[in-house]
Every structure is written in structure tokens, then in C-alpha cells.
């Protein structure tokens, strides 16, 4: 059991981890450096592979932790399964509908901030981002809780 305990651990980490570095590094770095619609297509590109990695580790987290703690802490199981159920969302609802209006946006550089596509794509981000925080404060809390 020991060792599905470490499985365990290893899984929330590389996923808190991988979100972090995603989220408050990579992006931030992509969106200086870069016009912002290379910015946004290389974002989008790795976006698919982002999510797949977070479903695939908070899965095997999910695993683990039924086998090894049945029973125990429901507060851990819950945090899990909400990660789950927010990165499923965001890798089934929120992204293909982002990569669809980037498509009909064309350029954010030539479009207007005022258009309706813009906005709507304004507010999906914004969904997106605190989709994006609340799994990585989830995932911080799952690597301090017993």
C-alpha cells in the first residue's frame, strides 16, 4: 500500500506541478515574447496534450486513492474528483469552443477587443482561468492533506 500512496502523490504533484508551470510561467512567457496570436496558436497547440495529462494523472490519482484510503477523508476525494470533473470541462467544453472562435477570429491583432467574437472569446478565457486556479489550488491542497 505504500507504494499506491507514492503513486498517489506522484500523480496530484505532477499534475499540480505541470498546471503551475503551464499556467503561471509558460503562458505569461509565451504572451510577452510573442505577437499574441503566435502566442495563442502555440498555446492552443499544447492545450489538448495539457488536458489529456491532467485527466491521465488525476485518473490514476483517483485509483489510488480509492484502493489504498476507502474509507478515509472524504474532503481529499472530493477535491479529486472536482479537478477531474473542471478539467474535463475545460478539456471537452471550454477548449474546443476557445480553438473554434479562435479560428472565426482569424487575428487578435486585427480584431477589435469590441467585436462579438472577441468577447465572447474574453469570457471563455476568463472561465477558463479560474477553471485553471481552482485546480491548481486543489492540487496544492491535495499534496498538503494527509
Given at each position: 500500500?505504500?507504494?499506491?500512496?507514492?503513486?498517489?502523490?506522484?500523480?496530484?504533484?505532477?499534475?499540480?506541478?505541470?498546471?503551475?508551470?503551464?499556467?503561471?510561467?509558460?503562458?505569461?512567457?509565451?504572451?510577452?515574447?510573442?505577437?499574441?496570436?503566435?502566442?495563442?496558436?502555440?498555446?492552443?497547440?499544447?492545450?489538448?496534450?495539457?488536458?489529456?495529462?491532467?485527466?491521465?494523472?488525476?485518473?490514476?490519482?483517483?485509483?489510488?486513492?480509492?484502493?489504498?484510503?476507502?474509507?478515509?477523508?472524504?474532503?481529499?476525494?472530493?477535491?479529486?474528483?472536482?479537478?477531474?470533473?473542471?478539467?474535463?470541462?475545460?478539456?471537452?467544453?471550454?477548449?474546443?469552443?476557445?480553438?473554434?472562435?479562435?479560428?472565426?477570429?482569424?487575428?487578435?491583432?486585427?480584431?477589435?477587443?469590441?467585436?462579438?467574437?472577441?468577447?465572447?472569446?474574453?469570457?471563455?478565457?476568463?472561465?477558463?482561468?479560474?477553471?485553471?486556479?481552482?485546480?491548481?489550488?486543489?492540487?496544492?491542497?491535495l499534496v498538503v492533506l494527509p
Open positions: 500500500m505504500q507504494y499506491i500512496e507514492m503513486l498517489y502523490r506522484l500523480a496530484i504533484s505532477l499534475w499540480a506541478g505541470g498546471n503551475a508551470i503551464f499556467t503561471l510561467m509558460l503562458t505569461p512567457i509565451l504572451f510577452r515574447t510573442e505577437s499574441r496570436d503566435t502566442a495563442a496558436r502555440i498555446v492552443g497547440n499544447l492545450f489538448p496534450g495539457y488536458f489529456r495529462w491532467g485527466l491521465g494523472c488525476g485518473l490514476i490519482a483517483l485509483v489510488c486513492r480509492l484502493v489504498s484510503r476507502a474509507g478515509a477523508g472524504k474532503l481529499p476525494l472530493a477535491l479529486l474528483v472536482l479537478m477531474l470533473v473542471v478539467t474535463s470541462f475545460q478539456a471537452f467544453y471550454v477548449e474546443p469552443r476557445a480553438a473554434e472562435l479562435k479560428q472565426r477570429i482569424g487575428s487578435f491583432e486585427s480584431t477589435g477587443k469590441e467585436h462579438p467574437l472577441r468577447k465572447e472569446f474574453s469570457k471563455l478565457h476568463g472561465v477558463s482561468a479560474v477553471c485553471n486556479l481552482t485546480v491548481l489550488a486543489s492540487g496544492v491542497l
